[in-house]
Structures are given as structure tokens and as C-alpha cells.
């Protein structure tokens, strides 16, 4: 007697694989050996016209461009000595795709936030966003990223800096008020400059947060009042 598997038990009986079963395991051959896409970002692209993104030579200008074009759990390069300035919100939509910038220092891929209510707007799971540098260039900019259900977002080795002491970021991540939409939050490895005497927090956790994990953060603050908070949770602050 022969044995064919289907669903993942092998059953006794017959001569193989059924035309059915023999389908349903191509495809999920072919789901399994999905190729995840990588994507290219970078404003000095030769010529200034933008590619279709697959590659460094036609790249695409903007990183919103490149995130409509990924999909979920592709990864985005940005070049370094790329410059960017954000007037509109950024939606990141694509559950697991990672943003990962190239270069040090201010050589890093650089953002202008120009709007006071502009955010990137973090609404899907396991996103990254990576060595990217951060300018303020208006008045109490409230959320540098902004998660809604966005559980296990990370957030690694970035630089945020004030452009002065009025053009300014009131927070660099903030969460919404839904109990555990950010669960995994992850900061790690990122340097904050505030020049403004008076923002809110580095991290401003709005609802319950499990997993919550941040280390090796460096922020230095103009602050000397009591609202130079590095992380508020809800009512608790932590100081």
C-alpha cells in the first residue's frame, strides 16, 4: 500500500498523491519560497527622475514612494547623503518591512519634519525603521512616529535633533490610547538632541504596553524643569 501526505499527516492507502492534495502542496511550495523584495530610496538619484526602486541606479526619491511599492516583509534601503523633507504625513502601512538608512552622521538619510502636525504614521506589524537622521523645522512637531496597531514596532539607531530651541519635536514616538496596539515596542541604540525647554517625552506611551523594551538610548535636553521626561506611561512618568 502506498502513502500520500495532505495537510500535513501521511495517510495510508491509494497510489500517491491526489490530483487535489498534489495541488494544494504546489502551492504552498510556491507560498513558502516567496523571495521578499528590496527596495531603493535616494534623492540624488543620477539625472533626479525616479526608477521603478529595485535597484540603486533607479532608485526612487522618497521613501513613501518605496513603501507603496514594498510589499509585506520587504526591506527599503535609503542611500546615504539622501534628503528628504516630510510636510505630509508618511503612512508605513506593510506589515514586516523594514526601513534601513546607509551612512554616519549627518551623511545618515535625512528627514526635514516641516509641519507641525506631520508624523509618520505607523499602522501595521513588525516594522523597523533604521540609521535614519531627524530634522525639526517648525514649532512643537507632537510625534516624530506615531503608532496605532503596530505591534513590535523598532525603532534602531536613529539621531533626532531639535533645529533650535523653537523649531522643535514635542516627542520622538508616541502611542495611541489602545490598550495594547504597541505591545513589542522596541527602542534601542538612538540619540536625541532637544533644545526645546519644555517637550513632553522622548517616549510617550498612551495605553498599556507589554514587551515594552528600551535601552542604550542617549538624549540630552535643554530642560531643567520637570517636564524633561525620557519615557511617560500613561499617569506613571519615568524619570
Excluded at 14 to 19: D, S
Excluded at 66 to 86: Q, R
Excluded at 184 to 195: A, E, H, M, P, Q
Aim: aromatic share 8%; hydrophobic share 45%.
Amino acid at each position: 500500500m502506498g502513502s500520500y501526505l495532505k495537510y500535513g499527516h501521511r495517510h495510508r492507502g491509494g497510489a500517491g498523491l491526489t490530483t487535489e492534495s498534489r495541488d494544494e502542496l504546489e502551492r504552498a511550495i510556491v507560498a513558502s519560497r516567496r523571495q521578499y523584495k528590496e527596495w531603493y530610496v535616494n534623492s540624488n538619484v543620477v539625472g533626479g527622475v525616479a526608477g521603478n526602486g529595485d535597484s540603486w541606479g533607479g532608485a526612487v526619491l522618497t521613501v513613501a514612494a518605496a513603501i507603496l511599492l514594498a510589499s509585506a516583509g520587504d526591506t527599503i534601503y535609503v542611500a546615504e547623503g539622501h534628503a528628504e523633507t516630510l510636510s505630509a504625513d508618511v503612512a508605513f502601512n506593510k506589515a514586516g518591512v523594514k526601513i534601513i538608512g546607509f551612512g554616519v552622521g549627518t551623511r545618515r538619510p535625512t528627514f526635514t519634519l516641516s509641519g507641525a502636525g506631520t508624523t509618520i504614521n505607523v499602522t501595521a506589524a513588525g516594522c523597523t525603521w533604521q540609521g535614519c537622521y531627524f530634522i525639526a523645522d517648525t514649532l512643537d512637531i507632537a510625534s516624530v512616529f506615531t503608532l496605532g496597531a503596530a505591534k513590535d514596532f523598532h525603532l534602531i539607531d536613529n539621531i533626532f535633533v531639535d533645529g533650535s530651541a523653537i523649531l522643535n519635536f514635542l516627542s520622538v514616538v508616541t502611542t495611541n490610547a489602545t490598550n495594547n496596539d504597541a505591545d513589542g515596542l522596541t527602542v534601542i541604540g538612538n540619540y536625541s538632541l532637544i533644545l526645546n525647554t519644555s517637550p513632553l517625552a522622548f517616549i510617550s506611551i498612551l495605553g498599556n504596553c507589554d514587551r515594552l523594551w528600551v535601552t542604550d538610548n542617549h538624549v540630552d535636553s535643554a530642560s531643567t524643569a520637570d517636564v524633561g521626561h525620557f519615557i511617560t506611561i500613561a499617569a506613571l512618568v519615568l524619570r
